[in-house]
């Protein structure tokens, strides 16, 4: 792979490994690009019992996952006297094998405290089985360097992949075989012909990668007057954006805080669009194979992280200052209107 060598003494993880264990801690858009290797994992270790260790905001999307049996969601202790329980069950599960997809230093301690019979663990620990070993990594896009961590244990083609070629997520298991689920059904928001999903909010700590609710008030009022209902998704602290939105244009739809992760999937995947900042919705968009605009300012570098796929990406050196119509004549460029 590139030029990249696996020790001479190298063996693959085992495929007869009975119990894995992932980690992936964080955050959503991360955590989206993961269920990529995490599928590459399932099909290694197509009959293991595969265990999840993640965080509570997630427990439902990846208990729906059909990548892993079980979800635990305690990953990430708050203080340092709860982490002894969590070790204590970590050894008593008896893994054997670890992959650590959230590569931290919080989880490479988690190797070095389960010293000195750790598990075979895939990562960047310092004397782990599966050592991602290579100095260039996070010089690659998230897609590539999870790909490329896996080929290090000998998870994938043997040749690896190509860079740009990496596995995408898929989440179309969201869909259960049987009837349909109406909680999954645009109806069940009162939405009728065509939609777009805007997705104003960010983390909270990171507000320069916000384009501003007005703009996406003005975007709104020019697709409703284009036959587009607008959709705003978001969590609880993207109330007041919503708001704001559903204020510039009332024929815009506010489903801020009343949508499960699974059910922005199914909206996503039936959307003529959507428009988001670079957060874990618009990643779920994007991996639903809806056409997505991603909107970057510098403080994130969409060669590294932005979804793949049907995705566009708009950056700017600042978000606060771009107007509504560059963001709309990007959609014209694509298709979604004329510009106007």
Known sequence: MRGLTRPASFEPAPRDARRVLVIKLSALGDLVQALAPARMIREHHPHARITVLTTPPFRTLLEACPWFDEVETDGRPARTRDLLPLLT???????????????????????HLMRPWPPLWCGMATGCAYLHDNPNRLSLHTLDRLAEQ????????EGGFAIGHAPLPDVSWYRKPGAPNPRYEPATFGLEGRYALLIPGASAHRP??????????ELARRLAASGITPVVIGAGPEAEAGAEIARAEPRAVNLVARTDLLQIIALAERAHVAIGNDTGPTHLAAAAGTRTLVLFSGASNPQLCAPRGRVTTFSAPTLESVPQVEVERTLGILGVFEPG
């Open 208 to 217: 320069e990668k916000r384009w501003p609710a007005a703009r996406y008030g």
């Open 89 to 111: 069950r970590l050894r008593a599960q008896r893994y054997d094998i670890v992959y650590d997809l959230q590569t931290s230093g919080r989880t490479n301690r988690y190797f």
């Open 150 to 157: 896996l080929w290090f244990a000998g998870v994938g083609p």
